[in-house]
């Protein structure tokens, strides 16, 4: 038997428009699934957090990865920011964008030469290195075409950041960075390396971090390094705080670290370092400002719950499935409704394809339009094809305007590229290598 639940009317808050868009009129002409992100509370993002910052040497470099759409890092290149990538083709994204590759940092467990290569062709601002074979690939690399290399090593502090584990990375069981001794001996012998500077130190503990003490405790041990490596005679110029700043995601339980308390714990940290700092935020600048468009397909009444079947799904936004995270979800029409609690899901062949359980949501019809918050950040970015669902479109918003930045995938450019397998080839173990 599907729950009977007495309609209750809580006044449950509505989103019909975001950044002076109507949201019904939008999804009516460009359909949904559909990211929307506002520009101007990107921004305003950028604006707040180099105002915390005032009056420190420091680079923002965008964590490409939370948002790579070109427009979004667009908005960061005219906001004078930088970025931090992890890989070739956010390399790409980043210069097409007008990211100046002296503002480019490149983190990452898993640089391949040909990324290292590419990255040094660019003229990017350093390597923050995350093990010793990766050093000497940058050696390597470096050598090869008759460069220099600026490098930061990246410490892990051994920080619980306090947040979800699969977005833990500042533990010494991750597999980021290094300890601090091992870095120490890397500074010991850096004289044997003629193609990297190794002269920058890099801490990135975790996403989502919602206390300012883990990252003060991780920027104590960095400076406290820091401090020990320049009386061995290592000269530091630079010193990357990372990103991991959390964001609001459920509305009156979130409570994230403000920015500016977030920038008196870098300057009490660091507050005798004469180099420049880095900084690498992703999430804090762009989650908050995306919201995800869907419709609702239809409400199956279940033999214990009640599912409210949605056309968007984990193959678009995996967070919820991937860390159970939680996700406000808003009607885009006012007005009272009689509530009741849903199992939001998607169409994937998944029981993993849930966006919430239990939720309190005003009653739902078919075709109703739902705004999925706090969707701005590894949203659109870690989306799949799952299930052979095209990728969904997104669209950039600013003062009451639209302008569409990818359109939806065509079924014809999601198979684009496959083939039968009809042209076999041979080949033999010597090729292999
Ligand atoms: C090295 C590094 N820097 C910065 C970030 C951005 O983190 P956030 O989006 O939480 O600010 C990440 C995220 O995984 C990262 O791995």
Redesign the pocket.
């Known amino acids: 038997m599907a729950p009977t639940n007495s309609p209750r009317h809580d006044t449950i808050p509505s989103q019909p428009s975001f950044d002076g868009v109507d949201l019904d009129a939008l999804a009516a002409r460009l359909g949904t699934p559909l990211y929307a992100y506002s520009a101007t509370a990107i921004r305003r993002r950028i604006g707040e957090l180099q105002a915390a910052l005032h009056g420190l040497d420091t680079t923002i470099c965008y964590?490409v990865?939370?948002n790579s759409n070109r427009a979004v890092l667009e908005l960061m290149a005219a906001g004078g920011l930088g970025a931090?990538i992890v890989s070739a083709g956010e390399l790409q994204r980043a210069l097409a964008a007008g990211i100046p590759a002296e503002r480019i940092v490149f983190?990452g467990v898993g640089k391949t030469d040909s990324e290292i290569d590419m990255a040094l062709e660019a003229g990017i601002d350093r390597f923050n290195v995350e093990s010793l074979d990766e050093l000497h690939a940058i050696e390597r690399v470096a050598q090869a075409r008759q460069a220099i290399a600026c490098a930061a090593v990246r410490i892990n502090p051994d920080v619980d950041a306090l947040t979800h584990a699969k977005i833990s990375?500042g533990r010494a069981e991750n597999k980021f960075g290094v300890s601090i001794a091992e870095a120490r001996r890397w500074f010991a012998e850096r004289r044997q390396l003629a193609h990297v500077r190794l002269d920058g130190l890099h801490v990135?503990i975790g996403?989502?971090i919602m206390d300012v003490e883990p990252f003060r405790l991780a920027l104590h041990r960095i400076a406290a390094f820091w401090r020990e490596l320049v009386k061995a005679g290592h000269p530091i110029v630079s010193i990357d705080v990372?990103?991991?700043?959390g964001v609001r995601y459920r509305t009156g339980h979130d409570q994230p670290v403000a920015a500016a308390d977030y920038a008196q714990a870098i300057r009490e940290a660091l507050a005798d370092f004469d180099g420049r700092l880095l900084l690498?935020?992703?999430?804090?600048l762009v989650a908050e400002a995306g919201v995800l468009l869907t419709r609702v397909l239809r409400i199956k009444e279940g033999t214990e719950r009640r599912f409210l079947v949605l056309d968007a799904a984990m193959n678009d936004l995996q967070r919820p499935s991937l860390y159970d995270a939680w996700h406000d979800i808003l009607p885009v029409a006012p007005g009272l409704r009689p509530t009741t609690t849903y199992d939001v899901v998607g169409p994937v062949c998944e029981t993993g394809d849930t966006f919430a359980r239990e939720r309190a949501l005003p009653e739902c019809a078919p075709g109703d339009l739902l705004a999925i918050q706090g969707a701005g950040?590894y949203g659109a970015s870690m989306s799949s094809t799952y299930n052979s669902r095209p990728l969904a479109a997104e669209v950039m918003l600013d003062a009451g305007r639209y302008a569409v930045i990818r359109r939806r995938q065509t079924l014809e450019e999601m198979v684009a590229g496959e083939k039968s397998a009809r042209d076999w080839q041979a080949v033999r173990p010597q090729e292999q290598a």
């Not at 990372?242 to 700043?245: A, D, F, N, S």
């Not at 690498?280 to 804090?284: A, L, N, T």
Request: net charge neutral; charged share 20%; no cysteine.
């Open positions: 964590a990865k939370a931090d983190s990375t990135h996403s989502q990372g990103g991991g700043l690498e935020p992703g999430r804090w950040a």
